[in-house]
């Protein structure tokens, strides 16, 4: 599973990847208190790997939250022993 994962997530890479080459024009990107003018492809790959870290943030308080339920119901489970 964690294989298919991985190469999910590389084809997923490689097409972005070769996506944001292919489009090298400047971009106005306004940010509310300013704007920036940058290509397009460090703008997609900036997006791309703020889109992994958040995702994986998000999985890693999930992760946090279900180690936590586990040694919850663990221990009730030692008490009805």
Excluded: C
């Amino acid at each position: 599973m964690k294989l298919i994962i991985l190469l999910l997530f590389l084809v997923i890479f490689v097409v972005a990847l070769i996506f944001s080459v292919m489009n090298f024009h400047l971009v106005q990107i306004n940010l509310g208190f300013g704007s920036i003018s940058l290509p397009l492809t460090v703008a997609l790959t900036i997006e791309l790997f703020a889109g992994i870290a958040i995702g994986l943030l998000v999985a890693w308080f999930q992760a946090l939250k279900l180690k936590a339920d586990y040694a919850r119901l663990n221990k009730q489970l030692k008490k009805t022993k």
